[in-house]
């Protein structure tokens, strides 16, 4: 005789668990299901109808609570991946208008909840645009308004930095060109001037050199003039006109940091590094004595560099 077993009986409880473990399941392989996707909202319509149902009867559901709140932050957050899913099967609103669902059933309305936060997305976007393309604009009206070189000011500008390129090549006389050009648009621009007479002695043209320096003098401070000018030699690799003009500054003012600084550049330039270190620790000091930051400073990297120079030369090459 066959022992038949008492099937066992599923509740309602039991049954809310199933489904909680088969829409985790689906949701985790989303990718792939098609129109199995399905499955999940229609899940979620029958936990919908059992938990209320075991609330009535007393039945702590704090744990199955958790596990729907987790399931449903989920759903929202792989939304357009279960719609692409359905795609192929004519997609959410197709389901939707066969099923007719309970429209407190927000999961069958996930299409146009992604709508919306894609309308959303797009405001903000445009927003965000708008508010940059305002402060452009009114970046662009300071700019122009209170901080913009006039357009005189640009071509000075463009035709100085045209000469200087031409002095790099060592073509003086497009460089000379240029600075002629320029000072005609700037009568009064004491480094044109400068650059002028020290190109224009370099090219042997000593009446217009004259000329030219004269106009920069009367335009200048003489401890000016002679630091500028100074400052053109020393560009210019004239290591002993750039000294003759350190030694007028401090004719004048033996304790000058700035002509210890050209006389610096000017022993500099003629291999003299000792003699080069030693002025430039006394613009160094006299500077920091003066407060003169720019200068104090400009004075230790022409320090730091020369002798780096002097460990780099003198370093003894290490036996084989």
């Known amino acids: 005789m066959v022992k038949v077993l008492p099937e066992e009986k599923i509740t309602p409880a039991d049954e809310l668990r199933s489904l909680l473990g088969e829409c985790e399941r689906a ?98 976007l445009l927003l965000s645009l708008l508010v940059l393309a305002a402060l452009l604009a009114a970046a662009s009206l300071v700019y122009r308004r209170f901080l913009a070189p006039d357009p005189l000011t640009v071509q000075v500008q463009t035709l100085q930095m045209e000469a200087e390129q031409f002095l790099d090549q060592g073509d003086y006389a497009s460089a000379l060109a240029r600075f002629e050009e320029a000072q005609a648009l700037r009568p009064d621009n004491v480094e044109l001037h400068l650059w002028r007479g020290a190109l224009y002695e370099l090219t042997g043209q000593e009446e217009k050199a004259a000329e030219a320096f004269s106009a920069a003098r009367a335009l200048s401070e003489a ?14 690799g004239q290591g002993e006109k750039a000294l003759a003009e350190a030694q007028a500054i401090l004719e004048a003012d033996p304790q000058s940091p700035r002509g210890y600084y050209l006389l610096g550049n000017a022993r500099e330039l003629q291999g003299r590094v000792a003699e080069a270190l030693a002025a430039y620790e006394q613009a160094s000091r006299l500077a920091e004595e003066r407060n003169e930051v720019e200068l104090m400073a400009l004075a230790r990297v022409r320090l730091a560099f020369l002798m780096q120079q002097g460990i780099l030369l003198f370093t003894p090459t290490p036996a084989p």
Not at 223 to 236: I, P, T
Request: glycine fraction near 8%.
């Open 27 to 124: 949701l985790g392989k989303l990718r792939g299901s098609g129109s199995n996707a399905l499955s999940i909202l229609h899940g979620l319509d029958r936990i919908a109808e059992l938990m209320p149902q075991l609330e009535a009867r007393g039945v702590d559901l704090r744990p199955e609570q958790a596990r729907l709140s987790t399931l449903h932050g989920q759903l929202h957050r792989k939304a357009s991946a279960l719609l692409r899913e359905l795609r192929a099967s004519g997609g959410l609103a197709a389901a939707r208008q066969t099923m007719q669902p309970d429209p407190a059933h927000w999961w069958w309305y996930l299409d146009e909840e992604v709508r919306a936060a894609r309308r959303r997305g797009l405001q903000r």
């Open 223 to 236: 401890a000016d003039f002679h630091m500028s000018r100074g400052q053109v030699y020393v560009r210019l």
